[in-house]
């Protein structure tokens, strides 16, 4: 065991040797972005992998989705339980996306990746990934309210923590 309470040789392995399930679904999701850098034309060798591959995968994978999205035009954009069914698309949930990334950075380096190049650490990923987040809540009529960076704590009555409606 390190220092840290990892074991260096395969992450969280019990005593029988098999993997733990974080682990286990890190290494899918690595093999599954491998294969899928494989199958672009031409294949994409992982040492030239950049930021645009893997939004490019973020968006290639919303195919598979299971969260309807609203758009904006829909009548349901912004209802948290819409009641009948609409022709919007399905997603990728964010915190889905959002735990994929934090896998895929983790296995990167794992394997071999350095810190500085990991392209899942990128900050168009964070981007995207904010970007993402906003957009579900707004069609879901959820508000996100951002927390406040220092001491600076706004008070019960202010406007930036009111419920925002969507029209």
């Known amino acids: 065991m390190s ?15 098999t993997l733990s399930r974080y682990e286990s679904q890190k290494r899918r999701d690595w093999n599954t972005f491998g294969q899928y850098l494989k ?27 299971k969260t309807k999205v609203h758009l904006q035009g829909c009548m349901f954009y912004g209802q948290p339980e819409p009641p ?5 698309p399905l997603r990728q949930a964010w915190g889905s996306l959002d735990a994929l ?7 990167y380096e794992e394997n071999g990746g ?14 995207y990934l904010k ?3 906003e957009c579900q809540a707004k069609a879901r009529g959820i508000p996100y309210k951002k927390k406040k960076k220092g ?11 009111s419920t925002i409606h969507f029209s």
């Open 131 to 133: 970007e993402v987040r």
């Open 3 to 17: 220092s840290s309470g990892k074991d260096l040789g395969e992450g969280s392995s019990s005593p029988t040797g």
């Open 39 to 65: 199958n672009q034309r031409p294949p994409v060798p992982l040492s030239q992998c950049n930021c645009n591959h893997v939004l490019d995968f973020l968006r290639y994978l919303d195919q598979f989705g």
């Open 151 to 161: 001491t600076n704590q706004t008070k019960p009555n202010d406007e930036s923590t």
């Open 114 to 127: 350095s810190p500085e190049t990991n392209p899942f650490a990128s900050g168009s990923i964070r981007v």
């Open 84 to 88: 009948a069914p609409c022709t919007c």
């Open 101 to 107: 990334i934090g896998r895929l950075r983790a296995a």
